[in-house]
């Protein structure tokens, strides 16, 4: 039986997915087991990082747009994320993985000087859990929608992508940002 690893930081849990990505594909259900308390995060983060790239990957908006949606479903209500059996086994493939991990670590290496811990209440009480919870999944569900105009998905998915980098590093002044980053996803 494989063991849960200790969440560090961000970059170390992305070398981790680009070394698994050599030895093959890798189910979300895996995923979320490796990373245990922060895997709901990391997910969403994993998730919205192919959409943070000018160059999209085809077909990956409607099943990851649902996923985050249903991922702040659990994080509105509490509770570990149970996905449906066919969404928790999809395997994704060895190549997306170290795609997404390499992106991962370009782009935390560009965020790491202003990313610290700070005003952490916006991370850790209750009502703000809440609140982060129903913007992943607006978020989620604007990913959702199959919109044949380019660049659609990038505010949404950086977005997302604060939002997620300031719940994993306990950065309350990212998640403030992120709230900023809903309004302009709707007035863009």
């Known amino acids: 039986m494989k063991k849960n690893i200790t969440y560090r930081n961000l970059e170390d849990t992305f070398r981790l997915f680009l070394e698994k990505s050599k030895k093959g594909s890798i189910s979300l ?3 979320l087991k490796i990373l245990s308390g922060k895997g709901k995060d990391f997910i969403i983060m994993l998730l919205a990082i192919p959409f943070c790239l000018p160059v999209q990957i085809p077909g990956l908006s409607i099943p990851f747009g649902i996923v ?12 570990n994320v149970i996905l449906p059996k066919k969404i928790s086994q999809k395997q994704i493939p060895a190549k997306t993985m170290k795609r997404v991990a390499q992106s991962g670590i370009w782009i935390i290496k560009k965020f790491k000087r202003f990313v610290r811990p700070r005003m952490e209440q916006f991370c850790h009480s209750p009502i703000f859990k809440r609140i982060n919870g129903l913007v992943i999944i607006i978020l989620g569900l604007v990913l959702a929608l199959p919109l044949p105009i380019p660049f659609t998905n990038l505010i949404a998915a950086w977005t997302l992508f604060l939002l997620t980098l300031g719940l994993l590093e306990d950065d309350g002044l990212l998640v403030i ?3 900023a980053g809903l309004g302009i996803t709707f007035f863009a």
């Open 29 to 31: 259900e895996r995923v």
């Open 68 to 79: 985050i949606a249903l991922m702040g479903l659990r994080v509105l209500i509490g509770g």
């Open 177 to 179: 940002f992120s709230y």
